[in-house]
């Protein structure tokens, strides 16, 4: 039966209990009492919802709280052990594979190195492979449990009906790689666990916007700074997030060549691949035999050393040119987006923006809009080194809550037919 808005009754049910399901999330443990004002549903309908929860599950008691002259009321959470998700970070330097349970406790984890194959195709989805059987096993979990494996890789992920998700890696040499066909026929999970594939940049955003520095802001934009620089612009019309290929702005005319193979783009100039061949060019000298990160850190100590060690000239030089590169590129996203918040992440990110991050604010100040740029703030993200793979975790939790918790409600994944 449809209402008048076109909505059926099943339609209706699923989405109150997609709202009672998200404020437990978020905001529990919670009475039944706090969730009607919260979810805008009537007590009738908070009842049944909740009962319908618990009988399957996903919600549970969590004690109780003292109401004032009746009766205590009882506390409800949703149930750590109703449902396991899978995140996946494909780096630039290792694959990190992490299994959450339904409140992104992390319960295991396996990392695997790229050293020496790097964005090889075989390589990466047999570590990816090889993580996921190993974070299973180790905990005990069958594969039927899984709401979902989420995936953040470099590039543009467009969504076909025939291969699921497609891997358009230009900075990494893939070019339509069928990645979930891939990995559907190789990691050996039951097709009932759908592949949720997107860019890096975006699966950061969407941990930073649930829970981090990104948390009730109407828009922001998200910047991942790891060998390459990428973006996620979140607004009210976009509330899962988009990823744009930032780093491949230009901005410098027959600039620096950058690994897309184009001129001039952010990327060859932010990116802690070109700062360490920057260095490298200069005169400096990075480590020999180390990958990027430690290569990246040993470039800042050189750059900002302890008080009575000198500085390398170099280094110093470089990274000053890049924040101001760096802020010219935020001062487009301003004028662009006019975003209230700009969040940095990703591993480079992290190590640089402690040091830069003021340079950066003055230099984006100066190359906007002055309108846009006083409405602003540019900060670090608040998660961490693994943002990517929490965030890659959150694709399958949300399409789960967005079916009303109801599993099997899904289709192929984020970039597959959906139902």
């Known amino acids: ?27 529990g443990p919670m009475s039944r009492f706090e969730l009607g004002p919260a979810t805008q549903l009537s007590s009738g309908s908070i009842s049944n919802v909740v009962a319908e929860l618990v009988a399957d599950g996903l919600v549970e008691e969590a004690g109780t709280v003292e109401s004032d002259g009746g009766r205590p009321r009882t506390l409800l959470r949703v149930t750590p052990a109703s449902g396991h998700m899978i995140g996946i970070d494909v780096g630039e330097t290792r694959v990190r594979v992490e299994l959450f349970d339904l409140t992104l406790t992390e319960l295991a984890r396996a990392e ?18 090889d993580g996921i059987a190993e974070v299973l096993a180790e905990t005990d979990i069958a594969p039927e449990q899984l709401l979902g494996v989420g995936i953040g890789v470099p590039g543009i ?5 025939e291969q699921g998700a497609v891997v358009h890696g230009q900075t990494i040499g893939w070019d339509a790689v069928p990645l979930e066909s891939l990995l559907r026929s190789t990691c050996g999970l039951p097709d009932s666990v759908p592949y949720f594939i997107d860019n890096g940049a975006r699966t950061l955003g969407q941990a930073e916007m649930w829970f981090g520095a990104g948390r009730g802001a109407r828009t922001a934009v998200v910047v991942l700074f790891g060998s390459g620089v990428g973006a996620c612009l979140v607004t009210q019309e976009v509330e899962q997030g988009r990823s744009v290929e930032w780093g491949h702005l230009t901005v410098r005319v027959r600039g620096r060549r950058c690994r897309c193979g184009a ?39 050189a750059a900002y050393p302890p008080e009575g060690t000198g500085t390398d000239p170099v280094a110093l030089a470089v990274l000053e040119e890049a924040a101001e590169y760096v802020g010219a590129g935020l001062s487009d996203l301003i004028n662009l987006f006019q975003p209230e918040r700009i969040l940095i992440g990703g591993w480079a990110g992290l190590q640089l923006g402690t040091r830069l991050l003021p340079a950066v604010r003055r230099y984006a100040a100066s190359y906007a809009l002055r309108h846009p740029a006083e ?15 929490v965030g890659a975790a959150i694709l399958p939790l949300a399409d789960f809550f967005a079916h009303g918790g109801q599993r099997g409600a899904h289709g192929r994944g984020r970039h597959g037919e959906r139902a």
């Open 263 to 301: 001129l001039g783009c952010l990327d060859a100039y932010a990116g802690a691949e070109a700062l360490i061949d920057r260095w490298r060019e200069e005169g400096g000298r990075p480590p020999e035999g180390t990958d990027e990160e430690t290569a990246l850190t040993a470039m800042v100590a």
């Open 1 to 27: 039966m449809a209402a008048r808005n076109g909505r059926t009754v099943r339609d209706l049910r699923r989405g109150n209990r997609t709202a009672v399901l998200q404020r437990l999330y978020f905001d």
């Open 157 to 161: 992920v467009a969504g076909t009906h």
């Open 375 to 389: 409405r602003v703030s540019i900060d670090l993200g608040k998660l961490g080194p693994d943002a990517v793979t």
């Open 112 to 129: 695997r190195p790229l050293e020496h194959h790097g964005y090889d195709v075989e390589t990466i989805v047999g570590h990816i492979r």
